[in-house]
């Protein structure tokens, strides 16, 4: 059994991401029921759910890149509150096009994004609980292959998308319990 011994830099940062790790849970959790019952059209509903979860994820950066300071560098966080904004103004712009193209912008992101929560959660190993971060983000990346392959599919639906959010909402969730220890500082 092995225990953190977290300096008071990472305790406070461990303790800030977990509570952001339990809404980030929270809100893929319900983002994605809602999305499914709304994933057959892009109807103002799905539209709106679609644009609002990367706008989301810039918000979730924001504060981890807040959080993170003591910590090391938030420059890639910084990277992903651009990719995520750019998404949301893509998504947005994409749902005149429909699903397919919809599908492809938020595949693109996906990949980005993933690429980026693996290489974050790699160099935060030390913090303990980064490893559901750095699966979460490989998986990630698999998953937004699929939905640019899945784009071209005969008749292609969101129901994908919808449920790529429970993944990774169960992985925020195993990572806030995990990130328990060094954030009591043991």
């Not at 949301?88 to 994004?113: H, K």
């Not at 005969?154 to 790529?164: K, Q, R, V, W």
Request: proline share 4%; glycine share 10%.
């Amino acid at each position: 059994m092995s225990t953190i011994a977290a300096s008071p830099g990472i305790s406070g940062t461990a303790s800030a991401l977990r509570r952001l790790y339990f809404v980030r849970f929270a809100f893929a959790i319900v983002w994605a029921l809602a999305m499914f019952t709304t994933a057959s059209n892009l109807g103002p509903v799905a539209i709106t759910l679609l644009v609002l979860y990367p706008l989301f994820d810039v918000a979730a950066a924001v504060i981890d890149a807040r959080a993170s300071r003591a910590t090391g560098s938030p420059a890639l966080l910084y990277v992903n509150i651009a990719v995520s904004l750019i998404t949301a103004i893509g998504v947005a712009i994409a749902c005149a096009s429909g699903i397919p193209a919809v599908l492809r912008v938020w595949g693109a992101w996906a990949v980005v994004a993933g690429l980026v929560q693996l290489i974050v959660g790699v160099t935060r190993r030390t913090m303990g609980g980064q490893w559901p971060m750095i699966i979460s983000g490989g998986i990630s990346v698999l998953a937004g292959a699929s939905f640019i392959v899945g784009a071209s599919a005969d008749n292609p639906t969101l129901i994908n998308a919808a449920g790529y959010a429970i993944p990774g909402g169960i992985f925020f969730l195993i990572s806030a319990f995990r990130l328990g220890r060094a954030a009591k500082g043991n």
